[in-house]
């Protein structure tokens, strides 16, 4: 067996800190609120943002549609899921009209006042356009909500760009951990 240490940082908001600004999302591009029939665009936005990166090495279900619709519904059956912190983004093309699924955050309680948000990702072509950023406002206003303090993440150290947006958005880094993988093949 071989196994493989990935460095993440855990990282909280403080949302005693204010209020959120949430930007607007440029041209073309929609935000939808939590509802159970949209389950399956958010499983496809999460494996469409997924699929190439890291991640998917660390967590390897987010690699594999079915492993994504898996987590998916997992996820919104918890006794914890927050819907008011779970959002999709969907790219409507402005020649053709075609949806295209394209960015999913969700949101689940850990404690009283303590949030997580579960693997926000926004597809490959759609980056750098601020949609991370308004996704990450959008599920830390719905955290604040429902009276949630703290919210948490985890993120692999190499991931710079979630990173840098993390930080940029004003999340601290609690401390390091390191997830054990094992990548025999
Ligand atoms: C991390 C991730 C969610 C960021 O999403 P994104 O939509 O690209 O994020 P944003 O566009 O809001 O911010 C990214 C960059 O775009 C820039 N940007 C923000 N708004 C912009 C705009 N309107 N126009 C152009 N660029 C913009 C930001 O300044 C930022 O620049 P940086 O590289 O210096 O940090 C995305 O890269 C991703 O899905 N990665 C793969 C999945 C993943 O690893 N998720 C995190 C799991 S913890």
Redesign the pocket.
């Known amino acids: 067996m071989t196994v493989t240490y990935f460095k993440r940082y855990r990282m909280q908001f403080d949302l005693r800190d204010g209020c959120i600004d949430a930007p607007d999302l440029?041209d073309n591009y929609q935000l939808a609120r939590w509802h159970g029939n949209i389950l399956e665009a958010h499983a496809n936005a999460k494996f469409r943002?997924?699929r190439e990166?890291l991640?998917a090495n660390v967590f390897p279900c987010l690699g594999d549609a079915e492993g994504c619709l898996r987590l998916m519904k997992e996820i919104s059956c918890r006794q914890g899921f927050i819907p008011q912190a779970t959002w999709l983004v969907t790219f409507v093309d402005p020649g053709t009209g075609r949806k295209e699924n394209c960015g999913t955050v969700q949101g689940i309680r850990e404690q009283t006042d303590v949030g997580s948000i579960q693997?926000?990702?926004?597809a490959p072509i759609?980056?750098?356009?601020?949609?991370?950023?308004v996704l990450l406002a959008n599920s830390l206003k719905g955290f604040m909500s429902v009276g949630i303090k703290f919210v948490n993440?985890e993120?692999t150290a190499q991931?710079y760009?979630?990173v840098?947006?993390y930080q940029?958005m004003g999340f601290r880094t609690l401390r390091t951990v390191f997830k054990s993988i094992d990548v025999t093949y």
């Open positions: 440029p943002s997924f990166e991640d693997n926000l990702g926004i759609h980056r750098g356009k601020g949609i991370g950023t993440l993120v991931n760009g979630a840098r947006l940029r």
